[in-house]
């Protein structure tokens, strides 16, 4: 049975990425203590990017021990690597570069490859080698951060999709309504195996979402695919600013 949400709600900005920050810290360490690595996987959109430069800044980044982590994606739009729409062109310029992280460690998803079925095996092979797992088994991240669409879609599993109901695979192709259509996407088998998974979400207008979501007042509202994470061995931590938690009944 999957533990309930551990939902924390913290001022807006820079509390914000603080707190997420000691919270990725934190989960560093236990992972490296339990398995000599961590195994971090990066959402994309806007969100994130504030903790990514958080994480880099002088305050955090001698904190971590950066031989040992290992930087994997939970989604990525099908575009070049410098493209302005990457996730990995996003988390380049926020972490990556200003921490000097050597590319053997980050683990990223092709999208720049014509097939993105293709794409798509690649990085499930990747994340199999990664974690010593074979089929039918499902590879356990450490951790998986996520965003929150206001459609109620997380990494790359949009309402409705092919992607959302991939039960067996590691890897999907997703289809997004807005920009680019094509994506490469981790699975809810993945999410729902990782050790922890932590959502990120800020800013006013997702708060009618996470409260659809974490207070859902019919079964309709089950249905979104963020609903559906879930960890069933692992723990879901909603990290929410004050503006994208203001309706939510808890906290107040
Ligand atoms: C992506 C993300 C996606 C994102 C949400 C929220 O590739 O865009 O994986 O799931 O987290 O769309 O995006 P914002 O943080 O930009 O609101």
Redo the contacts with the bound molecule.
């Keep these: 049975m999957p533990a309930a949400p551990d939902i924390r709600i913290v001022a807006d900005g820079r509390e914000w990425a603080h707190q997420a920050a000691a919270l990725v810290h934190a989960i560093s360490e236990a992972a490296i203590e339990a398995s000599g690595r961590f195994l971090l996987t990066l ?6 990017k504030i903790l990514y430069q958080t994480l880099a800044a002088p305050e955090w980044k001698d904190r971590f021990d950066w031989s040992r982590i290992f930087f994997l994606f ?4 099908c575009v070049p690597a410098d493209h302005p729409q990457s ?1 990995f062109a996003m988390a380049q310029a926020a972490l990556f570069q200003p921490l000097a992280i050597h590319l053997d460690h980050i683990y990223r998803m092709k999208g720049e490859l014509s097939d993105p079925s293709a794409a798509a095996q690649d990085y499930g092979e990747t994340l199999r080698r990664l974690t010593q797992c074979g089929p039918p088994d499902i590879p356990r991240l450490d951790l998986i951060l ?4 206001e459609d109620g ?4 599993l949009f309402p409705g999709t092919a992607a959302l109901r991939d039960n067996t695979g590691v890897v999907a192709v997703g289809q997004a309504p807005t920009g680019v259509a094509s ?1 490469l996407t981790l699975t809810l088998g993945v999410l729902n195996r990782a050790t922890v998974v932590l959502f990120l979400v800020s800013g006013s207008g997702k708060a009618p979402i996470v409260r659809a979501i974490l207070e859902p007042r019919s079964e309709v509202n089950r249905l979104f695919p963020a609903s559906m994470v879930a960890p069933t061995q692992g723990q879901l931590i909603w990290m929410l600013d004050r503006s994208a938690g203001a309706q939510l009944t808890i906290g107040h």
């Design positions: 959402s994309g959109g806007a969100t994130p939970g989604d990525e739009r996730n996520l965003g929150l669409g879609h997380t990494a790359s994506r």
